[in-house]
């Protein structure tokens, strides 16, 4: 579990009283206020496969602070390589939309 998170980091995030894991990117960070701006880019299936979210979604940017759920570092290197590739597909579309 990490208690501390940079920027650009992949993340891997469990919600308290949720039952799937999502990931995501850090986009901005607070370290005074311990808060996060998290860009979702996919989800855990009930298999264990990684899904990517389509840049559609509603909630693909949000603000969590450290305490909102569990953070762990992305090590699967499967799930990384459908990260970046889905930053390199979608990033500039969303940032546009977001920013």
Known sequence: MLNKLAQNQFVKITK????YVEYGI???TNHD????EILYMGFL????EFLSYPTEVQRLLERLKIT???FEEVKEAKIRRKMNKWMDENFDKVVREFH
Do not use: A, F, S
Not at 16 to 19: L, N, Q, R
Not at 33 to 36: F, G, I, L, Q, V
Not at 45 to 48: I, K, L, T, V
């Open 16 to 19: 308290p009283h949720k039952d």
């Open 26 to 28: 850090v986009t901005k």
């Open 33 to 36: 206020e311990n808060e996060y």
């Open 45 to 48: 299936n009930q298999n264990g």
């Open 68 to 70: 909102d759920g569990i």
